[in-house]
Every structure is written in structure tokens, then in C-alpha cells.
């Protein structure tokens, strides 16, 4: 098992920047990818970002390619979403996962084993 907690999710305006966080605890947390997903009131669960497991590879969802970094540092089992240039079409709940690569495929919710709770993100415009 896998213990995911997210953190840094609030309230900012358009334009400005927010810091994600994610806490892991439970199996060893570098033999896992991490992904950041994120879910709108009435939409799906949509990927965000994800980066493999030493850190080496990143990927991004095309909406948010050039303004959002996601990174990871193994040593704190933590892994980060920098999120900048934000836009109000980025309010979500933002969750953190953790992939071992058994199932499904990276883009995907259903290639993630472990879930956190989920953090909202709100821009105002």
C-alpha cells in the first residue's frame, strides 16, 4: 500500500502561481511513477502531468505543457506540482497518484493504483 496527501491547493488570481504537494508513505515510494490528475465539477478525471520514477522522464497534458512542473524527490517521498500562469479553466480538485506500471497507461486514471484525497485549486478571474 501506498499513502498519498496532498497539500498547497487555495484561492489565487489569474496569472498567478500555486505550489502542489504530495506526501508519500507506505511501499518504497521510488519504484513508483507519480502523476497529477485533476477533476472539474460535471467533467472526468483528466491527467495533468506525470514523471517516472528517477525523475528523468516528464510528461504533460497539451493545456498545460510550458506553465505547470511536475518534479519528485525521492529522499522526502514527495513529489511537486509547480503550477504558474494560472488560468480559471484550471479550477479543479487536484489529485496525486502513484503508478506502478503493472496496469493501464500513463495518460490514464485507471493505469494508477493509489489515490490521494485530492486538493482544490481555485482562479479567480
Known amino acids: 500500500q501506498v499513502q498519498l496527501v496532498e497539500s498547497g491547493g487555495g484561492l489565487v488570481q489569474a496569472g498567478g502561481s500555486l505550489r502542489l504537494s504530495c506526501a508519500a508513505s507506505?511501499?518504497?515510494?521510488?519504484?513508483?511513477?507519480m502523476g497529477w490528475f485533476r477533476q472539474a465539477p460535471g467533467k472526468e478525471r483528466e491527467f495533468v502531468a506525470t514523471i517516472m520514477w528517477s525523475g528523468g522522464s516528464t510528461y504533460y497534458a497539451d493545456s498545460v505543457k510550458g506553465r505547470f512542473t511536475i518534479s519528485r524527490d525521492n529522499a522526502k517521498n514527495a513529489v511537486y506540482l509547480q503550477m504558474n500562469s494560472l488560468k480559471p479553466e484550471d479550477t479543479a480538485v487536484y489529485y496525486c497518484?502513484?503508478?506502478?506500471?503493472?496496469?493501464?497507461?500513463?495518460?490514464?486514471?485507471?493505469?494508477?493504483?493509489?489515490w490521494g484525497q485530492g486538493t482544490q485549486v481555485t482562479v479567480s478571474s
Open positions: 497518484a502513484a503508478r506502478s506500471g503493472r496496469v493501464g497507461d500513463k495518460y490514464s486514471s485507471g493505469g494508477y493504483e493509489y
Open positions: 507506505g511501499r518504497t515510494f521510488s519504484g513508483y511513477a
